[in-house]
């Protein structure tokens, strides 16, 4: 019989845990570990200590000694989140993943690869696309964000319209259990439906079931071509319906997706053709081999057609990537505008997008906030945003107090509280809001069975007994 010990925590953690593993797998608890992106919205955590673990002999090693002492764990990847997934509310360990980059193995020929859970999203991309492939997933981020903070929080990006998020790409994972065990879930297959899902039901559990050391994700064939397409509408109005002729009409666009008119305005002076016209913009993307990509830009050229004001259709390789680096940093010029944002990732079924973007701007104005709103069309996903005064407390109050409304909103019309941000610690107890009792019972009975004692990452991604 195993029997717990009880917590050490401070210096003597630290130092336990030096000599278990090694001094330099131990860093001084330093801000940035104790923080993500939500850091302005004034979420910060406590550690007693930060662990650099070198290869998965260290995470299971330093999980069983956590085990044992009832240490609780906080996993951390780029610290990129959007939902205080990474901060370390209970003290005890902030294990990060950033050392273990290694590429386990690479086939091209295969369309494969296996990489450690802390390589660099653009790494990965970079990887792929020297080997005449593409790792579609391209979440925010992409020189911040991990792999295996990904996968952890199934991350999506403007092109998970055609491709799907993260977890459509995951094949296999490696990772190590509350106790300190190494179990692998799936692997180099590309199908395989021998067990339970496991695999799956590890994608987006935010750190709380297991920590994830490694993945095997698939690879694709770079398109020959991608081909752009941004249109302005004078209002929200025509630029949802062209969303919806879009999807009505079975084209498949790599890309779909959408800018309000206040986000438009908040980005105008940095768009690649020169300021556009106030008003709403829907960003479409086709890709494939060259014929294929002009015959479909072609086709959504016309599909847009109707009420538009005006297409901007870049087709050289720098005016294209300027395109993507001008969206990419959307959410830093809105949150330029007064200094800092409360965003949160709602979707909503596609007939009923329109109204969460109206809805959005009503809600802050109900709050006395600015409010705003862009996001993946296609799926229904939108960043609604409310705009606040950098450190102002008053105002991130009323900002939460927006969210909730919006969390209502989106499932009162079939909708999700959370798309691609992942619960974490902001959007504690909103579960409660789309699921039934017994859905959120058999949510806890999991994180009960793969982690009995609570210590991965406490507090995060509750259900109802875990508030």
């Known amino acids: 019989m195993v029997t717990t010990r009880s917590r050490p925590s401070g210096e003597e953690l630290a130092r336990e845990l030096a000599d278990l593993l090694g001094g330099d797998r131990v860093a001084p608890v330093t801000a940035p570990y104790l923080v993500d992106a939500t850091e302005w919205r004034g979420l910060a955590g406590r550690a007693d200590a930060v662990i650099l673990p070198q290869c998965t002999s260290d995470v299971s090693r330093l999980l069983a000694w956590c085990d044992l002492h009832e240490v609780p764990v906080t996993p951390r990847g780029g610290g990129s989140g959007l939902a205080g997934g990474a901060v370390p509310l209970d003290g005890g360990v902030v294990l990060s993943l950033e050392r273990m ?3 386990r193995s690479f086939n091209p020929l295969a369309w494969r690869i296996c990489v450690e859970a802390g390589m660099l ?6 990887l792929a696309r020297e080997n ?4 579609p997933p391209d979440p925010g981020a992409a020189d911040q964000s991990q792999i295996g903070g990904n996968v952890a929080t199934n991350a999506g990006g403007p092109h998970a319209f055609k491709y799907g998020p993260t977890g459509a790409w995951v094949s296999g994972l490696e990772a190590v259990l509350a106790s300190g065990e190494i179990v692998t879930f799936g692997g180099a297959v590309r199908r395989d439906v021998a067990g339970y899902d496991l695999k799956s039901l590890l994608v987006g559990s935010e750190g709380t079931l297991a920590v994830i ?3 095997w994700l698939k690879l694709i064939p770079a398109p020959e071509a991608v081909l752009p397409l941004v249109a302005l509408y004078s209002d929200s109005v025509s630029g949802v319906a062209a969303i919806e002729r879009i999807v009505g009409s079975g084209l498949q666009p790599a890309t779909l997706d959408y800018l309000d008119a206040g986000t438009v305005a908040a980005c105008a002076n940095g768009f690649p ?3 556009p016209p106030a008003g ?16 479909l830009r072609d086709e959504l050229r016309d599909t847009l057609a109707e009420d538009v004001l005006t297409i901007h259709a870049p087709d050289r390789r720098a005016s294209i990537a300027a395109l993507w680096r001008w969206r990419g940093e959307v959410a830093v010029a809105v949150a330029a505008q007064r200094g800092g944002k409360v965003s949160e990732d709602i979707a909503v079924p596609l007939e009923h997008l329109g109204e969460a973007i109206t809805e959005t701007v009503a809600i802050g104005a109900r709050h006395g906030l600015p409010a705003l709103s862009w996001g993946h069309a296609g799926d229904g996903n939108l960043h609604s945003t409310f705009l606040i005064e950098a450190n102002n407390a008053a105002e991130v109050a009323r900002a939460e107090q927006a969210a909730e409304e919006l969390f209502a909103l989106a499932v009162r019309v079939g909708g999700t509280v959370s798309a691609e941000h992942g619960v974490g610690w902001v959007k ?3 579960l409660a809001r789309q699921w039934s009792p017994a859905a959120l019972e058999l949510h806890d009975a999991v994180k009960q069975l793969f982690d009995p004692k609570g210590l991965l990452n406490p507090g995060k991604k509750p259900g109802v007994l875990q508030k």
């Open 428 to 430: 504690r107890g909103q």
């Open 121 to 126: 999203t653009a790494t990965l991309q970079r």
């Open 213 to 215: 050391t490694a993945a």
């Open 273 to 275: 053709a020169g300021p």
């Open 132 to 135: 005449g492939l593409l790792y």
């Open 101 to 103: 980059t290694a590429v």
């Open 280 to 295: 709403f913009m829907v960003i479409v993307e086709a890709d494939g081999r060259k014929a294929e990509a002009e015959r």
